[in-house]
């Protein structure tokens, strides 16, 4: 919905909403529209003389508020970054367990057809040691 606002024309209600809510997040967020491409995204102010940057974008949509607000917290590093970190490296570690489990099935795996094909070709897959002077055929 548009409302006519004296002064700044069409404002469109719904990005208002999600600009109030930003800001009342982070005074230093703002809610509007990319006009490099177009996207809905919140910005953050940046040092004069340079334009607010966008940290997360909506594409085409304007979203409700409580799911922008929602997004923001799940991307803001700096009042959750220990709780993402540790995700991270949760989630890295998980990653590498599972690598290390794969790897070590694949090994059985492999050293299993290796043993099958052998014993088809009537050849044992131990390999037999023996001291010095003591043969297989002693018996």
């Known amino acids: 919905m ?33 006009e490099e491409n177009g996207d809905w995204c919140i910005f953050i102010e940046m040092p004069r003389p340079n334009d607010p940057y ?12 409580v799911e922008a607000i929602d997004r923001l917290k799940a991307a803001d590093t700096m009042r959750h970054g220990d709780r993402i970190y540790k995700d991270v490296v949760k989630s890295q570690e998980q990653y590498r367990a599972n690598l290390k489990n794969n790897a070590d099935e694949a090994i059985g795996d492999s ?5 099958h094909m052998m014993r088809q070709r009537g050849a044992s897959p131990i ?4 001291s010095k002077g003591v043969s297989n055929n002693d018996a």
């Open 127 to 130: 390999i037999k040691s023996f």
């Open 54 to 65: 966008p940290i997360l974008g909506f594409q085409d949509r304007v979203p409700d508020p």
């Open 111 to 115: 050293a299993e057809r290796v043993e």
């Open 2 to 34: 548009k409302l006519f606002i004296p002064g700044y024309g069409d404002v469109n209600t719904d990005a208002w909403r999600v600009d109030q809510a930003v800001k009342q997040y982070d005074s230093r967020l703002m809610f509007g529209r990319n």
